[in-house]
């Protein structure tokens, strides 16, 4: 297909696949620490992550030599999926939660932020400017959601 959604689909368009890359964004990084915040059969984990590493959104990075351990980085190409994913966080909080799980905002004045268009060319905020924190809806006692 030459439609471009169809083809980012086709990578990420699966409700375990975005969850990955949700909870890479989070910090996680080891096939155990995924398994566990989400719950997810070991082999559809597996099948997801080899997907990730094949389409250059992840990376696999040895941290252990005996025996081989590896943990999943994102790279500069799943790094730039982080404006989608807050649209689709952002649009969620709109229309599916009564609370926000998490907020993202300016560190610098603790603004909220929101995933929106805007002129190219025009400064965007980079990465070590915002900070994702717990919103209203965010149980005390979750680590993850």
Same mark, same amino acid.
């Given at each position: 297909e030459s439609c471009s959604?169809?083809r980012v689909?086709?990578?990420? =368009?699966?409700?375990w696949t975005?969850?990955?890359?949700?909870?890479?964004?989070? =910090?996680?990084?080891k096939?155990?620490?995924?398994?566990?915040s989400l719950?997810?059969?070991?082999?559809?984990?597996?099948?997801?992550?080899?997907?990730?590493?094949d389409e250059?959104?992840f990376?696999?990075v040895?941290?252990?030599?005996?025996?081989a351990?590896?943990?999943y980085?994102l790279?500069?190409?799943?790094?730039d999926?982080?404006?989608?994913?807050n649209?689709?966080?952002q649009?969620?909080?709109?229309?599916l939660s009564a609370?926000?799980m998490?907020?993202?905002?300016r560190?610098?004045?603790?603004?909220?932020?929101?995933?929106?268009?805007?002129p190219?060319?025009?400064p965007?905020?980079?990465s070590?400017?915002?900070?994702?924190?717990? =919103?209203?809806g965010?149980?005390?006692?979750a680590?993850r959601?």
């Amino acid at each position: 297909e030459s439609c471009s959604v169809a083809r980012v689909l086709e990578i990420i =368009g699966e409700r375990w696949t975005w969850l990955i890359i949700r909870d890479a964004f989070l =910090g996680l990084t080891k096939f155990d620490e995924f398994q566990e915040s989400l719950g997810i059969a070991r082999n559809v984990l597996t099948d997801r992550l080899n997907r990730l590493v094949d389409e250059g959104i992840f990376e696999r990075v040895l941290y252990n030599e005996r025996p081989a351990r590896y943990e999943y980085q994102l790279t500069e190409k799943g790094s730039d999926l982080f404006t989608a994913l807050n649209a689709l966080r952002q649009w969620g909080d709109q229309y599916l939660s009564a609370k926000p799980m998490r907020l993202l905002r300016r560190k610098s004045d603790k603004r909220p932020v929101v995933a929106a268009l805007v002129p190219e060319g025009v400064p965007v905020l980079a990465s070590h400017e915002i900070e994702l924190v717990p =919103g209203p809806g965010f149980p005390r006692h979750a680590h993850r959601q």
